[in-house]
């Protein structure tokens, strides 16, 4: 293919990529005709001529093939109005986007990829970038290009290439990519050896030497002056013009310099106690002044913001370059005696607000030597043009149409807020540049309504050069000020900056020593995982952090929440990009010497753990996730400039890939704070919305009365009022009558009734109760003028407890029971020690805490069945006011290797949360027994996980464990030891006083006859060997035999009146009985005719409709009535026959035989 005359091409269309390189993927059609043929990738060079102009350039091959794409189809091949017939697809050749656009190609552009095999070779190639921002570019990432040019860059075009002798034509550009946010520009000037003058391109050998020339900046003339912005050079002779070429530039690279830029706020510590600056000012290191920038007072300050770090612009939005902030600013120069180090420049507040980087710390700016100032009477007016922000507010900003006067009371008012005040040098006094941009910072006393605004120069000629930076040393009092129609905020200036860290106000309460160990472990670039349950106040911490890394260490900080990424829509590239852009940004703010924090808060909703015997997209996508930011933390992480701080609920809902990855050196667990720590909590949430008792309450200002809006003005009243050129009076806001905390509210009771409340629960605990003050006041409260302060006081806090779960309990099934320790009977020692084990420590904490004994933790119940137990475990949630987490022993065990132990670890989890807690294990021997007894070695494993969690390293606290067993003789002695279950509870057979004391209690609730109620000690002297759960048996049979006496005797009344209204059914329902010793046959009686019968029956109906009425409502006031004796007659009472009958049924459960083992 080297020898032919014609070498194969192609016609094809680009499609721009990101490759990062100068080499291009070809169609499949020319990479099979190159596999064909064997031929090497790197002996490749890609010829790529277009038309619109003629031009030719030549680039190397990736290897790799374009994807095919369908090819558009026409307005005329819609319309049918022509009838050739397009191909379905294109050959597109993919180009690298960047290189593209230096060569000025755009996506879909017809070329003709021509191929060459085995080109001459260049051993020395000269290069030169083509700006000098190409040169500090290439200059600041040296070592990097060195590495990387070959793998970038195998196609050079021929500097001398002339065609057919005609003019030669120029090289074109070739795009180098430093880093993965910057680029610089470059073209061929020489090669060598030297490609004759018909050779247009030439391929660089593998061990080829590059040279790069520098591109300096053109220096600027020094003139007269006494500030001295830039030094001076005398016009030379000929003969001197390459010595003074060599001084400027010289000159020119001692007076550019790039350094990390820091708000003068955010290192206020380095800086002596002063009053705030208030003009546009920069802050060097003296040497370095000295040296670079000797002699000059104003440089020009530009904040290089790389292209890739940029948020994606949505479709269909603008231009992302009209919306950037001011490119350069002029400001006075200083010293600074105590920098942190000498490439480290602090920025004056108005310079941040003028630059668009507000509260900066990190970054590059970039520092020159500022031009010559405008004269003063070049400029004719300076107008400014105010920041809308608002709809009401922009009604009241009418000033183009404002008479003379209004105009210049509101240039008295621009010229008051920007002058010099209390000895300080306002920013009219200092360096104006056109377009500077004026806005809010610390100090400035702005008045209401005044967002800000862009001041710019009218000249008194068209002149004057748009590209110079023109500016002031300051400005004129006797210019003119014009204000312009207000505009809406810049976009720069309206969103933040998603990735900065947001700052909270919210106090930190009982984490002192917490936040100093993780700022020791970041300080020292140890990255952390920070767990908590929900409501733990895990963001609170790491903003906290932040902000402490950011002021003390200047900390480039960047925040970043997880939950935005964490759904189904965003798609792998998405995710991937958007990681890849916040560590790209923390890499930036750390570079000349400088160290970054990303926090990435809830990680474990973009990163979940692995579910367990699930295979689908979600466990993919999970370990996918993981692995890229696994990749990318190693990347960004390992060089000792960026830490990470993430945040998640638990160690355990974290993949496995990420905190196993070595991504994390260490793992910090925020806990629930303890009842003094809750109080704090409680007494500072509770005072932010108290108010002091203030007199005359009554009394309100009429301007005040609405609260004040989102910006911290006064709601819109009128036209006057919300004009900010009516002085710097401000309002006053009263502000609304306030809470009052109730003097009988003690917040240690609140608190010690909070136990497992984490700090956000608290929050919203507090936030209920003044709900419930405000709905008390509200009706207890007439309606009256003069309104009373709100009081807080407990019951209020209880309501709010009232229905309210906290959020580490909302997953935890606690059990409640209503059995106390008075409905048990017998067991007096087993309650006493169960009392002093589980309630007493929680009851009396703060004694407790002064005792240096270790207190007991675990307690095993052991016993015959049905001796109690499980029930006084049950009395254990209604007596001692604990949580309390039942579980069954089999529950645990699963046949899957691993599940089990999982399960013990997710129990003790739980109880952790819910803490003060009580986990009780019944059936404690099915799940502990002796290790070496099982096959499948389930039980061994569980066995194992018990011993650790019950004492293991982390230890328990809060957390008491309560098993049950009617065979201990099988449990593994490992778990009987101290420090596990340091108590052996007996849960024995009742004796005679036990037996009558449970009898006693089961009784209470029961109504017995006379002759029973004094015989319960003879019914307990007959039911020797009688567990508690056969004497409860006893009683229910007793029960079921005087229900069944009951039941005989209302069935047996129940027969005799069916069979009577049986035999009734037939009689009429009228019968008349005559009364006397007459006979029917009566002659003196007249007949009787059968209309005259019926209302005779009518009426009798009657009669006995009212009598029946009356005897249902004598009813009712007899059932109303307190119960008489028929009444109680049919009351259930159990005799002592009903007792005896029970006896000669029930025979006790537990016989000799085993009841043997357990006394031994």
């Known amino acids: 293919m080297a020898s032919r005359k014609h070498p194969p091409s192609a016609s094809a269309e680009l499609a721009l990529v990101h490759l990062k390189n100068c080499l291009v993927n070809l169609p499949p059609s020319l990479v099979s005709l190159l596999v064909n043929v064997d031929t090497p990738v790197q002996n490749v060079v890609v010829e790529l001529s277009f038309k619109s102009p003629p031009t030719s350039v030549f680039l190397g091959w990736t290897g790799m093939p374009s994807k ?64 000098p921002e190409d040169w500090e570019m290439i200059e600041l990432h040296a070592s990097f290009l060195e590495l990387n040019l070959q793998s970038q860059v195998r196609a050079l075009p021929n500097p001398a290439y002339a065609p057919d002798g005609h003019k030669s034509i120029p090289p074109h550009a070739l795009t180098l990519h430093l880093s993965p946010t910057s680029s610089a520009n470059i073209k061929v000037f020489s090669l060598e050896p030297a490609l004759p003058p018909h050779v247009p391109f030439a391929k660089m050998s593998p061990n080829a030497e590059v040279i790069v020339a520098p591109k300096t900046r053109v220096k600027s003339v020094q003139g007269s002056g006494d500030h001295r912005s830039v030094a001076s050079t005398s016009k030379s002779r000929r003969s001197a013009a390459s010595a003074a070429r060599r001084r400027a530039v010289k000159e020119e690279l001692r007076q550019t310099v790039l350094l990390r830029a820091v708000d003068r706020t955010a290192c206020s510590q380095w800086f002596d106690d002063g009053p705030v600056c208030l003009d546009l000012s920069i802050w060097i290191d003296r040497d370095l002044l000295s040296n670079s920038f000797k002699g000059i007072d104003y440089v020009t300050v530009d904040v290089i913001r790389p292209v890739g770090l940029r948020e994606p612009q949505p479709e269909g939005a603008s231009d992302p370059n009209a919306a950037a902030a001011p490119s350069k600013v002029v ?31 990190g970054g590059i700016v970039k520092i020159q030597a500022a031009p010559q100032p405008l004269p003063q009477g070049l400029i004719q007016r300076i107008r400014v043009t105010p920041f809308d922000v608002g709809s009401k507010l922009a009604q009241g900003l009418r000033l183009g149409g404002e008479s003379r006067a209004e105009q210049e009371e509101s240039a008295r008012s621009f010229r008051h807020m920007y002058s010099s005040s209390s000895g300080m040098q306002g920013l009219l006094q200092g360096p104006v540049t056109d377009g500077l941009v004026v806005g809010l910072f610390d100090g400035l006393e702005a008045p209401r309504g005044w967002a800000g605004g862009i001041v710019e120069f009218e000249y008194r000629s068209d002149a004057m050069s748009k590209d110079a930076v023109s500016w002031m040393t300051s400005l004129d009092p006797k210019t003119a000020l014009e204000f312009q129609q207000p505009q809406p905020r810049p976009a720069w200036m309206a969103s933040s900056d998603p990735l900065e860290s947001p700052v909270t106000d919210s106090p930190l309460i009982g984490v002192d020593s917490l936040l100093d160990s993780l700022q020791t472990h970041l300080s020292n670039m140890s990255s952390v995982l920070l767990t908590g349950s929900m409501g733990s106040g895990k963001t609170s911490v790491a903003k906290e952090l932040a902000r402490r890394l950011s002021r003390e260490s200047l900390f480039h900080t960047i925040y970043f929440s997880c939950r935005s990424l964490a759904n189904e829509e965003t798609s792998m590239a998405t995710i991937k990009e958007t990681l890849s852009r916040v560590f790209m940004s923390a890499g930036w703010g750390a570079r000349l010497g400088g160290k970054a924090l990303v926090v990435l808060d809830d990680l474990d909703k973009l990163c979940p753990a692995e579910t367990e015997l699930e295979v689908g997209n979600d466990n993919g996508r999970s370990r996918q996730v993981s692995e890229t930011l696994r990749s990318i933390t190693r990347r960004f992480c390992h060089g000792g400039d960026v830490v990470l701080l993430a945040t998640a609920q638990g160690k355990d809902s ?19 704070p303890d009842k003094a720590t809750r109080r704090r909590i409680l007494e500072s949430l509770a005072k932010q919305f108290v108010t002091p008792a203030r007199e005359n309450d009554g009394r309100t200002s009429s301007n005040n009365s609405r609260p004040p809006t989102a910006d911290g003005s006064a709601a819109a009243g009128g036209g006057e009022d919300d004009h900010w050129m009516h002085g710097s009076e401000q309002a006053g806001s009263a502000g609304p009558d306030g809470f009052v905390l109730d003097p009988d509210l003690d917040l240690v009771d609140v608190a010690g009734s909070t136990d497992g409340y984490m700090a956000g629960d608290l929050e919203v605990l507090v936030s209920r109760a003044r709900n419930e003050a405000l709905i008390r006041s509200i009706s207890d409260q007439p309606s009256s003028g003069r309104k009373q302060p709100i009081r807080l006081g407990r019951q209020d806090f209880e309501k709010a407890r009232k229905g309210f779960t906290p959020a580490s309990l909302r997953n935890v099934p606690l059990q409640s029971s209503t059995t106390t320790f008075d409905s048990i009977g017998g067991l007096h020692e087993t309650r006493r ?22 207190l007991r933790s675990g307690l095993l119940l052991y016993g015959y069945p049905g001796c ?22 089999p529950e645990i065990l699963n046949k899957y290797i691993g599940a089990s132990e999982k399960s013990v670890r997710d129990l003790f989890d739980r109880a952790q949360a819910a803490r003060p807690c009580v986990l009780f294990f019944d059936e404690f021997d099915s799940i502990a027994p002796k290790r070496g007894h099982d096959s499948t070695g389930v039980t061994d494993r569980v066995v194992n996980q018990l011993l650790t969690q019950m004492d293991g390293a982390e230890g328990l606290s809060g957390v008491y464990v309560l098993a049950a067993t009617s065979r201990p003789d099988l449990i593994d002695p490992a778990l009987l030891r101290p420090g596990r279950l340091d108590k052996s509870l007996l849960c024995d057979m009742p004796s005679v006083d036990d037996r009558a004391d449970i009898l006693a209690s089961l009784l209470a609730k029961v109504r017995l006859s006379d002759d029973a109620s004094g015989r319960l000690m003879d019914v307990a002297r007959r039911t020797e060997g009688f567990s508690g759960a056969d004497l409860q048996a006893l009683v229910s049979n007793a029960q079921l035999e005087a229900i069944h006496d009951v039941l005989d005797a209302t069935k047996t009344t129940t027969t005799s009146d069916g069979q009577r209204q049986h035999d009734t059914v037939s009689v009429p329902s009228f019968v008349q009985f005559r009364y006397g010793t007459g006979s029917d046959s009566d002659s003196d009686s007249p007949p009787q005719t059968a209309s005259s019968k019926l209302a005779q029956e009518a009426a009798m109906a009657s009669k006995l409709q009212h009598i029946r009425r009356a005897r249902n409502k004598a009813k009712k006031r007899d059932d109303d009535a307190p119960r008489g004796g028929k009444q109680q007659a049919d009351e259930v009472v159990m005799g002592w026959r009903h007792v005896a009958s029970a006896l000669d049924k029930t025979r006790a459960s537990i016989g000799g035989p085993d009841r043997h083992p357990m006394s031994t």
């Open 68 to 131: 095919r794409r369908p090819a558009p189809v026409s307005r005329q091949g819609i319309m049918g109005s022509r009838g050739s017939i397009r191909d379905q697809e294109v050959q597109p050749v993919e180009m690298d986007a960047i290189l593209a656009s230096a060569l000025g190609l755009s996506d879909g552009q017809k070329v003709t990829a021509t191929l060459h095999v085995d080109p001459p070779v260049a051993h020395t190639v000269n290069i030169e970038p083509i700006t």
């Open 331 to 361: 400001a006075r120069l200083k010293p600074w005696d105590d920098a942190p180090s000498g490439q480290t420049a602090a920025l004056s507040s108005p310079l941040c607000v003028a630059l668009g980087c507000c509260g900066i710390v």
């Open 868 to 889: 109690g137990k499980t029930l006084l475990a049950s009395a254990v949630a209604g007596q001692c006011g604990l949580n309390f987490i039942s579980v069954k022993g």
């Open 833 to 854: 020690m169960l009392l002093e084990t589980l309630e007493y420590p929680t009851k009396y904490a703060p004694i407790f805490a002064q005792c240096p004994l270790r």
């Open 654 to 672: 974290t993949n496995g890939v990420f905190v196993s990855g070595h991504v994390v050196r260490e793992i910090v667990e925020l806990r629930a």
